[in-house]
């Protein structure tokens, strides 16, 4: 017969290897954990084309909420620049130049694919364009007494924006191009957006301005800085752009609001330049602060996107010029080549869960833990008997 102290010695032997399941099932689950949280926010999409140089008419410029991505790309020697049009069905699609034309650059795209950006032609300066699927590209014209300009921005109700010579235009079907007029004292003006309610912003001089029923406002500057640029305006009413010193260049993101105040956005702390360049619907704000790519949302403050992005895949985003209502940005930057690329990024469309294996290996792990505690207690309690 088995006795009470050998009966004992087993009993502690088995929960003493108990105890150790139980830690290695806490390891897996916390190492679920740790996987989900450590997952990236976005999808990374190469666009396919070589950047020749990221801070000219080359790369993504602008994307609508379908997702096509418009832009210029470098097509080798001798062949200049076009103007291109992406989707993630067809990919690229060259958008050729007005006649006799050998450059061209797309710069905005609305949401019924209507494409907008300049082209040189048999004029030799560049001229502003609107393209579509049905008619090709179409010369704008310019204001009276010029002879070029681009076109920078179009809404979904087709009215266009740009510049003309050095006056900010507005362009309709109906009316033609209309000159916007500049700030007080001033002669040149230049537009970069415009909303579904036909809000325009852009600069006039040295200010950012906007203009609201042929009425230019002047945004202002920042506390102790003399320059300021508006780059785009959502449909509240809320535009982003930059506000520098003439004196020593640093440049801040900034925020207005749609009553007129102005926010600064921020930047690292290594207290770099940094630009929004876009604004979706929902207030969201994309850019660059220093060289890195960054979007700002009012709950996170900045966010560097090479931190949400799979770092295996090799990528160094330097810079991000539109984002879509849906959260899809566009930018340039640096694959695992070493190569300038543009990029799309794409939202996950849930925030980060286990992998079908994974999450059997936690729901495993939680039912074995239910288990082997149930039984450590019989064993203490038998121990104890």
Known sequence: ?????????????????????????????????????AASLYDV?????????????????????????????????????RGFIWDSSTG?????????????????????????????????ANRPYLW????????????????????????NAGQVVGESGYRAFLWNQSTGMTDLGTLPGESYSHANDINDVGQIVGSSGNRAVMWNDNVITNLGTLPGRNYSYAYAINNAGQIVGSSSNSSNGNSRAVLWN??????????????SSSYASDINN???????????????DSSSGISDLNKLIDPSLGWTLNGAIAINNKGQIVGYGKNKKDQYRAFLLTPKSHKPVPEPLTMGGTILAGTGLAYLRRRQGRLRRSSKA
């Open 1 to 37: 017969m088995t006795s009470i102290t050998s009966l004992k010695t087993k009993v502690k032997t088995k929960v003493k290897k108990l105890t150790v399941l139980l830690g290695s099932a806490a390891v897996m689950t916390l190492g679920v954990s740790a996987s989900a949280m």
């Open 45 to 81: 999409t190469e666009l396919g084309y070589v950047i020749y140089d990221p801070y000219e008419s080359n790369g993504a410029s602008g994307i609508n909420d379908v997702g096509q991505v418009v832009g210029g790309a470098y097509v080798g020697a001798g062949g200049g620049t």
């Open 92 to 124: 690229i699609t060259n958008l050729g130049t007005l006649p006799d034309g050998n450059h061209s650059g797309a710069n905005n795209i609305n949401n019924a694919g209507q494409v907008v950006g300049s082209s040189d032609s048999g004029y030799s």
């Open 132 to 155: 579509s699927k049905d008619t090709g590209m179409i010369d704008l014209g310019t204001l009276p007494g010029e002879s070029e300009g681009s076109a920078y921005s179009i809404n």
């Open 258 to 271: 749609s009553n007129g105040d102005i926010t600064d956005l921020g930047t690292f702390a290594d207290g």
């Open 282 to 296: 929902i207030g969201q704000v994309v850019g660059r602060a220093g060289d890195r790519a960054v979007v700002w």
